[in-house]
Every structure is written in structure tokens, then in C-alpha cells.
């Protein structure tokens, strides 16, 4: 079996067949001498057809799974592709360093930010290592402190979202996963610096709203952001976990719906494909997203800056008065 | 973020003690057993007299229950639920469970005196759809804290939540900070915010406005938990303490101040409320 093909979602695989094919011929070229750039350039071209004619009718679903990728670019190479320099700090200085939630301050051309993202793992023991992605109250507790350091410093926070949900295991609850999150969400309210989160790949419901407060939030093209997984909300409605397909269809967790929904404020896009078919264009994308919008933060007075933020999360949410609807009646 | 608890056991239990006590004589106590007088147990405020199990009680008989006889004033009670992603079912379950409850949304807002001290008070209702919160709950407990600031006044919440309500997706989930930022504000105002847990305080309501007050109490044996056992179940197979999740557990974890059996809120909220700076004297004369 090729060493990628667990990589490879049932919707890429035509494009994995032509990139074979791709590279199977470049292989053999590059053997015999022979010239046959023609024939790569008009299969590239196909598959540049393809990648844009299956990228244009992707589902709900099929967007989680890419969100999911195993391939996908994670917050930590992001991190080395967008910032000139990178020091960790480890700990929330209370129980322990959480490795689903990495931090630290960096440098992005030269200007300093406090960084602070959840990671996943990309082999099978790097993802033990990071507990899938799943933050536990330390996590929570050590972006605080980061952030509040970020504050004091006059340093803007720059938040990268990725996990499937935070941590609910025993230990968790024993050292208050919900007053963590919802701590760290008050917290950030109030904190007196520019603060721009971006949802990379999963925005698992409360987890990740708990680094997720920000005077701009943004997310990948192919990232997706729910107030609970599909196959969650497929479990508790209909009592079945493998109906996530439809869930993800009711929920509306893509990029375009969150932005219709005034939960975003913009949908960086990802090279044709998928940010992990071209890493770096997908991270310089990213890098001048966070760039425009800090340099229009920066301008404001932190009074203002807080005043923005409450209302912005103010406004969120649906509801009727009875007056209106009278009124429509 | 939103759980349904209980199981199909306790559920039943609660649904048929709910149709049972309109016009039955007596009712059987879903932990113990006992039978139970329905007129001894509205007397113990719904309070089995054997075991101590503590019946979950709707927003209005829990308001009636705590505050100064005639003195709640509804506040936003003309906000309605809507539906905003058109998601299956859930305009019938919100009729369904006006009809049942009376209710427009799963809290109760409004103002209160308590022991003779003015209060904003928040009491929600599990029984009008898992006690979620949605764009109707979020926005009145923002609106209970702006009031407050507003009029210099303490909040109490009462809080009864399957957490978020995944009806409304991601603006559900946005109620977290919204509700969180607006306690941020309620804090640098320096105005006391109580919580008090019953049963169940789970998931997205408790990691947000209920787990950030600066006293929280809890009645007893309420389930109190981050993960829903229908999520946990599916996210991992691990061994649990007998009384994972329970408000005695979060006791024991340093989560509550305090457990409160109902029959002591009252006073308690009254001690507190004075500990803060706030007395009847003072508000009868403002």
C-alpha cells in the first residue's frame, strides 16, 4: 500500500491518481532523459480542473473532513512559517504544561506578538503527546497567563484555534475544565490589548471559544467552527453518531456560513486543494490576514478596542421580541 | 456543547412525577422510593422528607420559592426564540415546549427583593428544552447584568442547563463570551454575583456565566459537568468516580463554595447579599 493512501479523503482520490501519474512520469524522466513536459503539463492541467471542479461542491461534510485532515498544516507550522522567530513558554505555574495548548512569544517581521494555539499530533505518538488537540484546564490557564503577559507588555495576542473539543476526561473535571474556559473567555473580554483568533482547521465548540475571543476572528477557507461536533449533535438528536453528514448540513460550521452568520470577519483563503497542497502559499495568506487586521487594531485607543469588543460579541445571537412579531402579524 | 442527562430511567421518573403531581394525592420518590404526600412535598419545597433527593423544580415555582412574597418583577419577557438555521425540528420542539412549560425560552428574568435586599435574578428551567441557551437565554442574562449595573444592583442566577443550544449553532455558542464579557462588566462594577447550581448545570452554561460568579453554590445532588454522558461515552471509554459530575464531586474539587439545600437558599443568599454591602435598609432608602 503506498505510504500515503490513509492520507488520501474519498473525494482526492482522482486528484491522488493523477498526481501519481504526475510523478510517476517525472520519475521515469528524470531516469531516461527523456522530454515529456508536455504530457505532465496537460495532466497538470487536468488536474487543476478537477482540484477546482470537486473544490466548488464540497459538503459540510466533506469540509469537516478536510478541516480533519491528516495531512493539514498545524498550528505549530503555521507558526514556523509565519513568524521570523519563535520562543515556547511553557506551564500555567498552577499544575502542569498542557501540550494540546502551545504558546510563546514570537516575532512577526519584526513585530513582537504573543502567540498562543492549540496542536495537534501528526504520528501516532505526537498525537498522544498532544492529546489530540483536546486542551485541559492548564492549557486554558496557561493561555491566560500568556495573554495577560501580552497585556502588561503592550504586546498583541494572535490565538490559533485548532482542536476537536477540549479535554473531558476525569482529570479534566477535577481541575475545572468549565471554569477554565469560561474564565479565560471572561478574560479576554477584558484584556487590554488587540486579540485576532483564527480558526486553522477544527473550532471545536467550547473549546475552542475558550482562546477564541477576539477584536477579529478569522478562519481558513476549509476550516470549520461548531457549537458541538456533527457526529455529537447526530448522537444526542437522533441517537446516532454516524449521521454527521446531515448534522454537519443543519449546523452550518463552514467559513461562508460563519461569515453569513457575523461570527467572522473574514475567510482567508486556501491554495486550490487545500492548504496542504501548497503549505506556504496557505501560510501567507494567513500571515497577511493577521498583518492588515493588526495594523488596523493598532490604531485605536485600548478604551476603544475594549468597547469594540464587547459590543461585537454583544450583537451575537437570534431572537424575537413579541412587539415585532405583532408587528409583522 | 449540549447534553441531555439523566438516561431514559430518570427521565421517565421525571416525567411521570411531573404528570402525576397536577391531580394525583401522591407521589413515588425517584431516588428512594418513599411515597410522598404531594401536599407534604410542595410543603418541603419539593424536597424528598426521607432521602433529601431535590425535585427539579420549573423557573416560576423556583421564584415563588425564593424571593420576598410579591415582589418579582419580569423584565424581557416579550424575547422569543427563532430560528435562525432553519434547523430540523426545532420550531416545533420550541412550541411543544411553550405549550408544556408556559414559557417563551428557558429562563426567567427580572427583579426581586430577597430577605428585604433588591436583587436582578436569572432562574432557568430545564424543561423547556434541556434548559439550553440559545440567543433568547444569552441575551437576557446579558440584559439581567446590564440592568444590574445599571441600577447598582446584585445578581443572583439560578442556573438549569443542558448547555448550549445546538438548534442555533454557532450563535449559541457565541452566548459564552457574550454572557462571560458582560459578567467581566458586572465585576468592574463591582456588584456581587451569585450563582447557585441545580440540577442538571452542564456543558456550555457552565463554562461560561455559571462557573464565573463570584460565589457559587450548589443544591445537592445536582449533576454539574463539562461533557454530557451521551458526548463523554463517545469521546472515551475511562473508568468514573461513583459521583463523577455530581455537585458534591465539584464540592470535593473545589468548584462550589458551598451545596445549599433548598431550604436554606434563602438564607444564605440573604447572609451573602449583607457580606457584600447590601441591606434592606439601604435599598429602602434608595
Known sequence: ?329 | MTQWFGGKASRKAARKSADALPDGLWTKCPKCNEILFNKELEKNLRVCNKCGYHYRLGALERINMTVDDGTFIEMDSDLLPSDPLEFPEYASKVNRDTAKTGLSDAIVTGTADIGGIKVVIGVADFAFMGGSMGGVVGEKVVRAMEAAIDAKLPVVMFTASGGARMQEGLLSLMQMPKTCAAAARLNKAGLPYIVVFTDPTMAGVLASYASVGDFIFSEPGALVGFAGQRVGQQAQVVRQPENFQRAEFQLEHGMIDRIVPRREVRSILTKVLQFCGFDKEENDAA
Open chain 1, 1 to 329: 500500500m503506498p505510504p500515503n493512501t490513509w492520507s488520501v479523503l474519498d473525494f482526492e482520490k482522482p486528484i491522488a491518481e493523477l498526481d501519481d501519474q504526475i510523478a510517476e512520469i517525472k520519475r521515469i524522466t528524470a531516469v531516461s532523459g527523456e522530454d515529456r513536459t508536455e504530457d505532465i503539463a496537460a495532466l497538470e492541467t487536468d488536474r487543476d480542473r478537477l482540484l477546482a471542479e470537486i473544490f466548488a461542491n464540497l459538503t459540510p461534510w466533506d469540509k469537516t473532513l478536510l478541516a480533519r485532515h491528516p495531512k493539514r498544516p498545524y498550528t505549530l507550522d503555521y507558526a514556523r512559517l509565519i513568524f521570523d522567530d519563535y520562543t515556547e513558554i511553557h506551564g500555567d505555574r498552577l499544575f502542569a504544561d498542557d501540550h494540546a495548548m502551545v504558546g510563546g512569544i514570537a516575532s512577526m517581521d519584526g513585530r513582537m506578538v504573543m502567540f498562543v494555539g492549540q496542536q495537534k499530533g501528526r504520528d501516532l505518538k505526537d498525537r498522544q503527546y498532544r492529546n489530540f488537540g483536546s486542551a485541559k484546564p492548564e492549557g486554558y490557564r496557561k493561555a491566560m497567563r500568556l495573554m495577560t503577559l501580552a497585556a502588561k507588555f503592550g504586546r498583541p495576542v494572535i490565538c490559533f484555534v485548532d482542536t476537536p473539543a477540549a479535554d473531558c476526561s476525569v482529570g479534566a473535571e477535577e481541575r475545572g475544565i468549565s471554569e477554565a474556559i469560561a474564565r479565560s473567555m471572561m478574560h479576554m473580554s477584558t484584556l487590554e490589548t488587540p486579540i485576532i483568533a483564527v480558526v486553522l482547521g477544527e473550532g471545536g465548540s467550547g473549546g475552542a471559544i475558550g482562546i477564541g475571543v477576539g477584536d477579529r476572528v478569522l478562519m481558513m477557507e476549509h476550516s470549520i467552527y461548531s457549537v458541538i461536533p456533527p457526529e455529537g449533535c447526530a448522537a444526542i438528536l437522533w441517537r446516532d453518531p454516524t449521521k454527521g453528514k446531515e448534522a454537519a448540513e443543519a449546523l452550518q460550521i463552514t467559513s461562508d456560513a460563519a461569515l453569513k452568520l457575523g461570527i467572522i470577519d473574514e475567510v482567508i483563503p486556501e491554495p486550490l486543494g487545500g492548504a496542504h497542497r501548497n503549505v506556504d502559499l496557505a501560510a501567507r495568506n494567513l500571515k497577511s490576514a493577521i498583518t492588515k487586521h493588526l495594523n488596523e487594531l493598532e490604531k485605536l485607543s485600548i478604551s476603544k478596542l475594549l468597547d469594540q469588543r464587547y459590543r461585537k460579541f454583544r450583537c451575537m445571537g437570534a431572537y424575537r421580541s413579541r412587539q415585532a412579531v405583532e408587528v409583522s402579524a
